[in-house]
């Protein structure tokens, strides 16, 4: 039985983060056969370190030849103290300092010569914000070897092969599996776990690229498909996903089961759960990808499963994304004329600003959308422009925002089989005086959207979890 597993930034981000997650290696390792760990750059909240890698590259680009140093410095100071506090001066510590001391120089060079050149591009960022993680595995692995439990860091620029699209790069599975065989088969098998950098990968010709922002769940499950590995595990914070913000409800619980289709309804209107491309390795091999709290390890978390595998499905969480404004593009020429929603669409999509919910009246008198509070403007000057002549010939009366609003989403695929669910969810928010300004049902229909005043939104989250919790 194989199992891969990935630790966050807060598991490896101190010396006491990684003698936890140590122990929980080796207890895991008891119950599984052969388990492969995968790990990401130190990062203790509130300081993460790919953050950090990435604004003294920033800074450097902006022509500032001090930040970098500041932030090299400081970086220093994180690792050396918990290679400090974890490896015995005996063993292995000078030479886990002298590794991590050769990528911390290596990125005042790189900063410097950014600095010098003015030009920061894709590859030089990759190269940079995947060094968390190449320092962070080879300090895990090492203490492991030094409690007796066999491991070897593995640098993932060796093993998943990519495409040059950096800051996130897409796998080839094929070239990946070769060497992910070729290079973790003979450790498992000699009962090494192999600790393998989560983020990066490289090219066939080996320039390193990463994965995208939290791309280490990425990581994870591109290694459980390879090695055809009978389950992927994420470790994270809390007892997996949850049915609501636990910071909103009190009352939040862990969902047992999900499908791809609800965390990918999850994900879209703002629950954090996953870097959004673990999920199809996993789905597509059939494989169990599970997501487990560090601080209470016994429980069994979230499964996420396919849609035919998701039991009843009932209606299962409900989560909400603030600082939006709803557009609305309106006017009684608009009726019966083929074009407009198109043309809408094409003057939002050319400002590169995402739409979270579109909802069109019936008359076709309207069509309204919401979009992050911050880009309004770009995205209704686009649209005054493009209707500047329908604007003059009055067939479009308005193109309007409508400030601070939220959408709530409420997601389960069991909405589908269980009528009455829309309507006790109305029902609630007007018992409540919560007033709701546009609907949106996600076509899967395992999602039902209400765009409500900001001010509205923990209300609405927390007696729409009231009904969650009563089904
Ligand atoms: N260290 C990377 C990031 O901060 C990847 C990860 O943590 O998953 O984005
Ligand atoms: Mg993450």
């Not at 930040?67 to 015995?88: C, N, P, S, V």
Request: with cysteine; proline share 4%; net charge negative.
């Amino acid at each position: 039985m194989t199992l891969v597993m990935k630790f966050g930034g807060t598991s490896v981000g101190s010396a006491n983060a990684m003698r936890e997650t140590a122990q929980l290696i080796q207890k895991t390792k008891q119950a599984w056969n052969q388990i492969i760990v995968v790990a990401s750059g130190m990062g203790s909240k509130p300081i993460k370190i790919t953050d950090l890698l990435l604004q003294g590259a920033y800074s450097a680009f902006d022509g500032d030849d001090n930040t970098y140093k500041e932030i090299a410095d400081q970086m220093r100071r994180i690792h050396f103290e918990t290679i400090d506090g974890l490896l015995e001066p005996e063993g292995e510590r000078q030479k886990i300092l002298a590794e991590n001391q050769r990528f911390i120089s290596h990125y005042e060079a790189l900063c410097q010569a950014v600095c010098v050149l003015g030009e920061l591009t894709p590859r030089a960022l990759d190269a940079i914000s995947g060094m968390g993680e190449q320092m962070s595995v080879p300090i895990l692995a090492a203490y492991l070897r030094q409690e007796g439990i066999p491991a070897q860091a593995v640098d993932a620029t060796n093993l998943i092969v990519t495409d040059n699209n950096f800051q996130s790069a897409n796998p080839d599975f094929g070239l990946t599996t070769i060497k992910v065989q070729a290079a973790l088969r003979p450790l498992l098998e000699n009962n090494i776990i192999p600790i393998v950098t989560g983020f990066v990968g490289a090219t066939p010709n080996g320039i390193t690229t990463t994965l995208g922002r939290g791309g280490s769940d990425f990581s994870a499950s591109i290694l459980g498909q390879s090695i055809k590995a009978n389950e992927v595990w994420i470790w994270t914070d809390v007892d997996g996903v949850m049915s609501a913000d636990p910071r909103i409800v009190d009352n939040a619980v862990s969902i047992p089961v999900l499908s791809y289709r609800e965390v990918s309804e999850l994900a879209y209107y703002g629950a954090k759960v996953l870097h959004p491309k673990t999920m199809r390795p996993c789905i597509e091999n059939n494989i169990p990808l599970r997501i487990k709290n560090t601080f209470n390890p016994t429980h069994p978390g979230t499964v996420i499963v396919d849609h035919k595998s998701n039991g009843n499905g009932g209606i299962k969480a409900v989560t909400g994304i603030k600082n939006l404004s709803m557009i609305t593009v309106e006017g009684t020429g608009m009726i019966g004329i083929p074009g407009i929603a198109a043309r809408t669409f094409s003057a939002v999509a050319r400002t590169k600003v995402s739409v979270l919910l579109i909802s069109q009246a019936s008359s076709e008198q309207s069509i309204c959308f919401a979009v992050p509070e911050s880009q309004n403007e770009t995205v209704v000057n686009s649209l005054r422009t493009e209707f500047a002549e329908e604007i003059k010939r009055r067939d479009i009366d308005s193109v309007w925002a409508l400030h601070d609003v939220s959408i709530v989403t409420v997601v389960g695929a069991g909405m589908r089989g269980t009528p009455g669910v829309s309507g006790r969810i109305f029902s609630s928010m007007g018992e409540h005086h919560v007033n709701v300004i546009a609907i949106a049902q996600g076509s899967s229909e395992c999602s039902i959207s209400i765009v409500i005043d900001g001010d509205d939104t923990a209300a609405a989250i927390s007696h729409i979890h009231n009904i969650i919790l009563e089904l």
